[in-house]
């Protein structure tokens, strides 16, 4: 008997069972999974937020360095300063943001190395910036999320193991 052409296309598509079709699901969930799992998206999001954290705090270092080198700022006894965090100072680069400085007579103050203070990648609770200076010297503090940088925070010199501590005297804050 001739089959028809109707009846062979029927035929192909009659060769996937529903039993074969729900396997190939089943595999393909699997595999996204694993995928899902060895990416993990939510350490990879901590990773980059930590890499622009301490990106952050060496321009900031790097730029107080130069102002104070360059005798462009003179540091302030910031004490028990409110706002000398990102989370509660602002982003203004004149010596009244969370980084507080002096500009002398005649001076650019920090403004001449960096445009504007960086702010924490959250920003929110201990996920902050903060800075603290006394005779002379300055330290800048953050928390990294990651925990594959914990091990960074404990060696860096500081006087706190769970924070990242970077500046001129790491026992201000
Ligand atoms: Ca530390």
Redesign the pocket.
């Known amino acids: 008997m001739k089959i028809g052409r109707k009846q062979k296309r029927q035929r192909g598509f009659a060769g996937f069972t529903l039993v074969e079709l729900l396997v190939v699901v089943a595999i393909v969930a699997v595999l996204a999974g694993v995928i899902v799992v060895a990416i993990n998206p939510a350490a990879l999001l901590q990773k980059n937020r930590d890499a622009m954290r301490l990106d952050d705090l060496d321009n900031v270092h790097r730029a107080l360095s130069l102002a104070l080198a360059d005798g462009e700022v003179t540091l302030v006894e910031t004490g028990t300063c409110n706002n000398c965090t990102s989370g509660s100072g602002t982003q203004a680069v004149d010596g009244t943001g969370w980084v507080k400085f002096e500009v002398p007579t005649g001076k650019t103050g920090l403004a001449k190395y960096l445009p504007e203070l960086p702010l924490d990648p959250l920003n929110l609770g201990s996920n902050i910036y903060t800075f603290g200076s006394a005779a002379g010297a300055y330290e800048i503090n953050v928390v990294l999320e990651s925990a594959d940088n914990a091990p960074k925070?404990?060696t860096?010199?500081?006087?706190?193991?769970?924070?990242?501590?970077i500046g001129t005297s790491?026992t201000i804050l």
């Open positions: 925070m404990s860096d010199g500081g006087n706190a193991a769970g924070v990242w501590e790491l």
